[in-house]
């Protein structure tokens, strides 16, 4: 499994940071250490959107709203991810439980 990181400033612009997806290799993508920078949509669809997506994890990171409506969104979608992480994420309770009832709880592939 190819591993993916992406910190700091990587993390609030758009970014064609994941490897091109002529490798069919599986990825692990991690998101780290983002203090005040919030990060780019348009990053979240890129990892979201691959299908070689397995893990993500997001270690000392700080969320804002935008991000767990998109994180719940994807993962009330997502069918091929099978490992996700939160370590040291600074979010509202309200964001966590959205992301945890309206994304987890929805998704239809861990129904089944």
């Not at 993390?11 to 002529?22: G, I, N």
């Amino acid at each position: 499994m190819l591993e993916v990181r992406l910190s700091g400033e990587t993390l609030s612009v758009p970014s064609d940071a994941l490897p091109t997806s002529e490798s069919n290799q599986e990825i692990h993508v991690i998101l780290s250490s983002n203090g005040i920078l919030k990060i780019a949509p348009s990053l979240w669809t890129a990892i979201f959107t691959d299908t070689r997506l397995r893990c993500l994890s997001l270690i000392d990171l700080q969320l804002y709203g935008n991000d767990s409506q998109t994180l719940a969104k994807y993962l009330c979608e997502q069918t091929h991810l099978v490992e996700l992480t939160f370590d040291s994420v600074l979010q509202s309770v309200y964001s966590f439980d959205h992301i945890l009832n309206e994304g987890l709880q929805h998704n239809k592939s861990l129904k089944s």
